[in-house]
Structure formats: C-alpha cells, structure tokens
C-alpha cells in the first residue's frame, strides 16, 4: 500500500478557507461535530503494519498515528485513529496540510482551527491531542526528506 | 450491596435540591452528573460550613489562646470525632486526617512497610485496584525487595479467594485491596480477606474511596488494620481524607513527615514526636476541608446509609437494565455484589468520543482507564466510558442518558 500523492489543485491558503466556510455552514455544535465525525470516516485505509512506533502520536486518549510520504518536493500524510472524533481531526489536518512543500508547512499556522472554533469547543484532552498531531506534522516537515 | 429497605422519608428531590451544581444547564441541557465515582457534589449545608469557618472562625488549630483559635480547634476536632463515629473506631485518636486515599496509602507503605519489610517477604493486591493501590506498593517493593503479587478476578470481576488462598504464606506481611473499584463496581469481600490474611499474620489495609459513599462501613466489622477514604467522593470537599488504623499500630509506626504539629519537644540535638494521631499530621492541617467533611458525614448519615445503598441498588439494577438493552454495549465489571458503578464499551464507538459527545447533551460521565489500567488490560479494553450514580441521581436521570448514548451513538456509527 502506498501513500496517495496526488498534489492538491488549491493553496494551503483556499484548504484552510475552504474548511472554515464548510463548518460555518452549520450553525449547531452537533452539526459540526457530525460533519467532522463524518469526514473521518472517509479516511483511506490505513494498513496494519503502519501503526507503528515511529508513526505515533502520544498524548492522545486514543490511539493516533500519522504516516509520512514524500514525492517531488511535497510531503504527504496519512492518518488513523481509533476514535471517530480524532479520524475527523486528521481529516481536516491532512486537507491542510498534505501535499505541501516543507516549508510551506513549517511556516503555516493552523488558523482553521481557532476559525472553526475548535479550541473552545474541544476539550482540554481533544486540544492537547490536537496539538500533538499538528507539532507531529511540523517535526516531518523540519526533517530533511528522502523520496 | 445487600439491599436494605429505604425507610421513610426518602425524598429524591429534597435531595437533589440541596445541590447547587446540580441546578445548572451545560451545553444548553439540564445537567445530568453521573460521574461521581470521580467526585460527588457538594451540598449547601458543607458549602455553608466551609464558608462559616472561614467568614467567622479561620484561625491555626491547637495551642491557640484566643477564641477563634479555640473554635477552629472545635471544628477540626469535632471532624475527626464524627469520623471516627462514621467509621465505627474504637477513638478518634485512631483517625488521621490525610488529603485523601492515595496520601493515606502511601503513609501507610512508608510509614509502616518501610522499616518492617525486607527482601522476600510479599504484599498482596486485587488485579482490579486503582492505581493508588498498587504504585505505592510498586514504590515499596523497590525499596525493600519485597514482591508484589495479585489476586486474579473472573470475568465478572470477582476477586477468585481461591487462588488468594493460594498466594497467602508466612512471607505474607501487607494484603492491601479495594472495599470498592473505582472502574468496574465489584465490592470485594473484605471480612473474608481480612480473616484470610490474619491467618497467616499479615495487615490488612482496606482503600474504601468508594464505599464510603455507598454502603455503611464497620472498620471493627470489617476486620481489617487500616482503612482510608477521601472526603470528596462522600459530599465532602476536596483535599481531605481520612486514615483510620488500630491505635497499636498507629503508635508503633514512625512518622511520615517531620514538621510543627507533629512534634512535642524539638531541640537541636533531636525531638520527641507528639502523640497519636497528631505525630503523622505536620505542618498546618486542611481545617476547612476538615470542617466541611465532618459537615458532609453528617448529612449522608442524616439522610442514613442504608437508605442511600437502598437506593442506589434500585438505580444500579434499572440502569444496568436499560444498558443492556442497548445493542453493541457490552459492560464490563457484573460481579454479582456491585456499587453502583456502569462501566460499558461500544464494540464499534471509542469510549472518549461517547464521552465528548454525550457531554454536549449535558450528560457528564467519564471515559478512559480510570486510573486503573491493569483492570482495563485485563477484560482486554484500552478504555471504558463510565456511569457512577450518587444518592441524588434519578431513574430520570438514567433514562436522559440512555436516550443521550442513543443519539451519540447514531452520530459516531
């Protein structure tokens, strides 16, 4: 199983508008929380004997990992959690930031997140889990790459 | 628990009404509290104590010669003589005041595990413990090559005494185990642990956390050496516990730690301690949280324990009811004597997510290992999500949050 590296057709700039208008299309909670339970679970599959060690967020409830691709100067993410509000997070994370050359993300805060409202909205355990899958992201995107 | 009969009155709602937090919305919803296994709620008349103390009568305890020092002394003195009236002790020279179960443990494994056990002897626990009752004794062992050995459970989450019978020899020296657990329910039997363990000439230490707020305890009945509980989980405030222990052994154990209170003589060439209980308590004690648990143990004992096992019996029995109705939830922890205590999990939803979700419906229950890994890698989950009744819930209660898991788990499947 490989990585999709199809590179995106928009900027980090429209992915990150993108996702904030999709959510500000629902004016309940609930709602967001379905429509972000719902992306996660169109998550592709993420194969066993990738859940791996070095693939692992920690700090998390559950269990997460994210899985690293590089193709012609753009790095790639894929991602699975056990939890369903988590596999929604890396949805949005990936819609970001995957596909990017390195220092395109390294220099990108995720303003999608505050927009959305995410950080008043999760709780402090969620936005710790957050974070740690966001500072994963940077920490590929700080190494030097190999294709 | 053996169901005792509730005798009038029993009326859920005045109850309920003397909680201020239970009278609040959250998320827009009425709030439904079914995470008191963590913490109970406060009602106002501990509230009010706590406040009382400190609006009128704050002041540092013992060897006070003014008025309020004579009051706040009352008052934490008063505390411990309640507790010691809670507990059945034989004195309250027999209650230390600690801030709460894990604090009362690890004097107990310091206190009195470290200057008597040494390489080979054994401490014995259930595999279902919180962790407060087994890293103190992981700490100990460490220190003193002692060995740790555990009580294997059934799948209802029974401790098997057989195979505790087994374990038991003349190496045996500390067999310390849960009235309660804290993640799945299961009420231990302590008398027959206790009886067991003299046997062969070790002390027992009961952690009773979470059945002081659910059934009446007898520590003399019992038969156990030590006993401990905290405030917070029995209306009380946080930062308060108590350790109950035979006056012998309190008198024969070395202090914990040094400092003011504890002290009877100090001179620069060594000091003499005070006596029981006041040598284990330096420095200036919890009084207000003191003052309010006394406050809290006489309004559950008002109330009457037999009605509040009585009633959470009846809760326990209905919620397990509709809980297993529910298709794709399996609970975990059926032992055959049960707290009231729902620990479940979703063979296809994480108990986080049901947690998270749930609590946007204004129900608040817990979710993950409640402290208690060893319990949850035993019935082979990382995690459940947890349901603990108090005497204040309602079957309305209940039914709001069956119709809330309902919802939740449309959402996440």
């Known amino acids: ?147 | 628990m053996n169901a005792p009969a509730i005798t009038t009155p029993f009326d859920v709602d005045a109850i309920r009404s003397q909680f201020p937090a239970l009278q609040q919305q959250v998320h827009g919803k009425p709030l439904v509290y079914l995470d008191n296994a963590a913490t109970s709620q406060k009602p106002q008349c501990v509230i009010d104590a706590i406040d009382h103390y400190y609006s009128l009568d704050n002041s540092n305890v013992h060897r006070g010669v003014h008025a309020l020092s004579e009051r706040a002394t009352q008052g934490y003195e008063g505390a411990r003589e309640i507790t010691a009236q809670f507990l059945n002790a034989n004195s309250s020279k027999e209650i230390v005041f600690v801030r709460g179960t894990t604090e009362a443990i690890n004097l107990i494994a310091q206190g009195y595990g470290r200057p008597r056990l040494k390489a080979g002897d054994e401490i014995i626990i259930g595999h279902i413990e919180h962790h407060s009752n087994i890293v103190p004794w992981q700490m100990l062992c460490e220190q003193t090559g002692a060995e740790l050995k555990v009580i294997p459970v059934n799948d209802d989450a029974e401790l098997q005494l057989d195979e505790y019978q087994k374990l038991l020899s003349d190496k045996t020296k500390i067999v310390s185990v849960g009235h309660v657990s804290n993640a799945l329910g299961t009420i231990n039997p302590i008398k027959q642990i206790a009886e067991m363990a003299h046997a062969v000439g070790a002390v027992v230490i009961s952690d009773g956390a979470q059945a002081t707020p659910h059934t009446k305890v007898d520590v003399q009945d019992l038969g156990v050496d030590f006993y401990a509980f905290s405030g917070h989980k029995v209306y009380g405030p946080t930062g308060i516990g108590a350790l109950w222990a035979k006056a012998e052994l309190l008198e024969a154990m070395s202090p914990y730690q040094g400092g003011g209170e504890m002290i009877k003589v100090v001179s620069l060439d060594g000091s003499t301690y005070n006596s029981i209980p006041h040598k284990f308590e330096a420095g200036t004690p919890n009084i207000a949280g003191a003052v309010g648990l006394g406050e809290a143990l006489k309004w559950v004992q008002n109330i009457g324990l037999d009605n509040v096992a009585a009633w959470e019996n009846e809760l326990l029995a209905y919620g397990t009811e509709r809980l297993s109705e529910f298709d794709g939830v399996r609970i975990i922890g059926t032992a055959a004597r049960k707290a009231s205590i729902l620990s479940f999990v979703f063979d296809d939803a994480h108990a986080a997510d049901v947690g998270s979700l749930i609590d946007r419906f204004g129900i608040a229950i817990r979710a993950g290992h409640h402290c208690a890994m060893p319990a949850m890698e035993r019935f082979g989950v990382g995690a459940t999500a947890r349901a603990s009744l108090a005497v204040y819930n309602t079957k309305a209660d209940i039914d709001a949050f069956i119709e809330a898991l309902e919802k939740t788990r449309n959402m996440l499947v």
């Not at chain 1, 920690?58 to 990992?65: A, D, N, T």
């Not at chain 1, 395109?104 to 969620?126: D, Q, V, Y």
Request: aromatic share 12%; with cysteine; charged share 25%.
């Open chain 1, 1 to 147: 199983m490989m990585i999709d590296t199809t590179a995106p057709t928009n900027s980090i700039e429209e992915a990150q508008a993108e996702l904030i208008e999709e959510f500000g299309f629902f004016e309940d909670w609930m709602d967001r929380y379905q429509y972000l339970i719902d992306l996660g679970k169109k998550l592709a599959d993420f194969p066993e004997d990738w859940r791996i060690q070095d693939y692992k967020i920690e700090g998390c409830q559950s269990q997460v990992w994210i899985k690293p691709a590089f193709d012609d100067g753009r790095l790639y993410f894929q991602g699975y959690s056990d939890s369903a509000i988590v596999s929604g997070l890396i949805a949005v994370i990936t819609r970001v930031y995957s596909g990017r050359q390195p220092q395109e993300i390294s220099s990108t805060p995720p303003e999608f997140i505050g927009a959305i409202g995410f950080t008043e909205h999760l709780s402090p355990t969620r936005s710790n889990g957050l974070h740690a899958m966001l500072e994963k992201i940077y920490s590929y995107a700080r190494q030097p790459q190999e294709n």
